[in-house]
C-alpha cells in the first residue's frame, strides 16, 4: 500500500485514507461564457498523460476531508512530495533525484 | 442484514479475554465549521478550539476534537446541546460559522482490553500507535470512516455512522473472538 503525506495533517498515512481527484492545476476561466468551444473542450477534457512526474489533486477523505496537490511518478508510482491545495506548482529540478533532471 | 447498533441498550456487546466491545451511551454530538479568529467560539463554548488535526480538549463534561483545518467536532452530555447552540447562535455575528447537530447519525462504540490496538488493525490501515493517548483521528475502518478516540494505551472509542455499524461491530466481534483464540 501506498504511504501518503497529508500537507494538513502533517502525517504519512496509508491510500485506503486518500481519494484520487485528477490532474492539478486546471484553472477555471474567469469569464465562463466568454469561452470559445474548443477552450471548453481543453479546459473540461484534454489532460496531460506523462510517463513520469504528474501534477495531481487528492482528497484525504477519511481524514481532515481536504484536497491537496501531489508530484507522483506515473513509472514507479513514488511520491515526490505533496502540498497544499492554491500553493505554487513545486520546480520538477528540486524535487528530482541528481542524475534524473 | 444486521440491525442498527442503536437499537441496543447501552453496555458491553462483546467481550473476550482479548477486548471488550460496549457501546456507549447517546451524547450530543456537534458539527462545527469555522475560519478565523477562533476567539468569540472559544468564549461561547468555554475552552479553546485544537487547531492540530487529532488534538482532543475536554472541558468539564464537553470534549471537542479538531477534524480538519476548519472543522471541529463536539461531543457533551445530551441536555447540554441547546446551551451550546444558543451560546454559539450568540457568537454568529462576530465569527460566522456553521454548527450542525450530528448527534442520531453516529454511534460511540468503546474498544478496550489488552489487545484492543490489536484488534482495530483488522479494519484500519493506519499505525495506530500513531495516535498519541489524549488524541483522535478520523480514519477509515473497513470501508468506514470513523473517528477514533484513544483514551488509553488500551483503551478506544469509535464514532460510526449508525448505519455502518451493525457491520462494523460484527467485524469487530469477529475479531475479538478470534484475537482471543490466538492469544489464548
Ligand atoms: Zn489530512
Same mark, same amino acid.
Given at each position: 500500500m501506498l504511504l501518503i503525506h497529508c500537507p494538513y495533517c502533517e502525517e504519512t498515512l496509508p491510500e485506503a485514507e486518500f481519494t484520487y481527484a485528477g490532474q492539478a492545476h486546471i484553472i477555471r476561466p474567469?469569464?465562463? =461564457?466568454?469561452? !470559445?468551444d474548443d477552450q471548453w473542450e481543453e479546459f473540461l477534457f484534454i489532460r496531460a498523460n506523462p510517463k513520469g512526474p504528474h501534477y495531481e489533486r487528492w482528497r484525504h477523505f477519511h481524514g481532515c476531508g481536504r484536497f491537496f496537490n501531489a508530484v507522483r511518478? !506515473?513509472? =514507479?508510482?513514488?511520491?515526490?512530495t505533496t502540498y497544499k491545495a492554491g500553493a505554487p506548482r513545486p520546480d520538477l529540478s528540486t524535487l528530482l533525484p541528481e542524475g534524473q533532471k | 442484514m444486521s440491525a442498527p447498533i442503536s437499537q441496543k441498550a447501552p453496555g458491553v456487546l462483546a467481550a473476550s479475554t482479548a477486548a471488550e466491545i460496549a457501546l456507549a451511551a447517546p451524547c450530543a454530538r456537534l458539527s462545527l465549521r469555522a475560519r478565523g479568529d477562533l476567539a468569540p467560539l472559544n468564549a461561547a463554548l468555554g475552552l479553546t478550539l485544537p487547531t492540530r488535526i487529532g488534538q482532543v480538549v475536554p472541558a468539564g463534561e464537553r470534549q471537542v476534537i479538531c477534524l480538519g483545518p476548519d472543522e471541529w467536532m463536539i461531543h457533551a452530555p445530551s441536555d447540554d446541546t441547546a446551551a451550546i447552540a444558543s451560546a454559539c447562535a450568540d457568537a454568529y455575528a462576530t465569527l460566522p460559522h456553521s454548527l450542525v447537530?450530528?448527534? @442520531?447519525r453516529e454511534v460511540t462504540l468503546t474498544i478496550k482490553g489488552a489487545h484492543a490496538a490489536e484488534l482495530l488493525t483488522i479494519g484500519c @490501515?493506519?499505525?495506530?500507535?500513531?495516535i498519541p493517548v489524549g488524541e483522535g483521528r478520523r480514519t477509515f475502518f473497513d470501508g468506514q470512516t470513523v473517528i477514533l478516540w484513544r483514551d488509553g494505551d488500551t483503551a478506544f472509542r469509535m464514532d460510526v455512522w449508525n448505519s455502518f455499524s451493525g457491520h462494523v461491530f460484527d467485524l469487530l466481534k469477529t475479531g475479538c473472538a478470534e484475537l482471543a483464540a490466538e492469544h489464548a
Open positions: 474567469e469569464n465562463p =461564457s466568454g469561452q !470559445t511518478d !506515473t513509472v =514507479s508510482d513514488k511520491f515526490l | 447537530d450530528v448527534s @442520531a @490501515a493506519r499505525d495506530i500507535d500513531g
